[in-house]
């Protein structure tokens, strides 16, 4: 039987939990297998999920959400203009994003992927593609 969770709280111990990638953190209606084995589908007035959240599930069943790594591009710039430059068409695109001083960190998308091949071809900007916990700027993608 599925479980439904219902509401979303923090600081209680759990009975369970789920490893949770950037992208399923964000789906409202998420449906994902706890570690134990247990399926649930999240229906709760906050669905774009944090690390440590606790779901409590309509019969009580508390799941502590982690999160996993990502699979993420790192772009390293030589000048500011290149950098400006991609940095807009990535927001273009209305992908979350880690800006610092001449990098940019992404996750690994379809929507990006043109970006990342034209970058590959520019002298002064290094793509490295990683795997990590990714972690964007701001709260343009939604906080509770």
């Given at each position: 039987?599925?479980?439904?969770?219902?509401?979303?709280?923090?600081?209680?111990?759990?009975?369970?939990?789920?490893?949770?990638?950037?992208?399923?953190?964000?789906k409202p209606n998420l449906?994902?297998?706890?570690?134990?084995?247990?399926?649930?589908?999240?229906?709760?007035?906050?669905?774009?999920?944090?690390?440590?959240?606790?779901?409590?599930?309509?019969?009580?069943?508390?799941?502590?959400?982690?999160?996993?790594?990502?699979?993420?591009?790192?772009?390293?710039?030589?000048?500011?203009?290149?950098?400006?430059?991609?940095?807009?068409?990535?927001?273009?695109?209305?992908?979350?994003?880690?800006?610092?001083?001449?990098?940019?960190?992404?996750?690994?998308?379809?929507?990006?992927?043109?970006?990342?091949?034209?970058?590959?071809?520019?002298?002064?900007?290094?793509?490295?593609?990683?795997?990590?916990?990714?972690?964007?700027?701001?709260?343009?993608?939604?906080?509770?």
């Open positions: 039987m599925i479980k439904k969770a219902t509401k979303i709280i923090r600081d209680i111990k759990a009975d369970d939990s789920v490893l949770l990638d950037w992208f399923d953190m964000q449906c994902a297998i706890t570690k134990n084995g247990i399926e649930f589908i999240v229906k709760a007035k906050y669905t774009h999920l944090h690390e440590n959240d606790i779901l409590i599930c309509e019969d009580g069943y508390k799941i502590k959400i982690s999160k996993s790594e990502d699979n993420l591009y790192i772009l390293t710039f030589g000048d500011h203009i290149t950098f400006a430059r991609i940095a807009y068409e990535i927001g273009n695109r209305h992908q979350a994003i880690c800006i610092e001083d001449l990098k940019i960190t992404i996750l690994e998308d379809i929507s990006t992927a043109d970006i990342i091949k034209a970058c590959k071809s520019i002298d002064n900007v290094d793509v490295k593609k990683t795997k990590a916990i990714f972690k964007p700027n701001g709260n343009a993608h939604h906080s509770h």
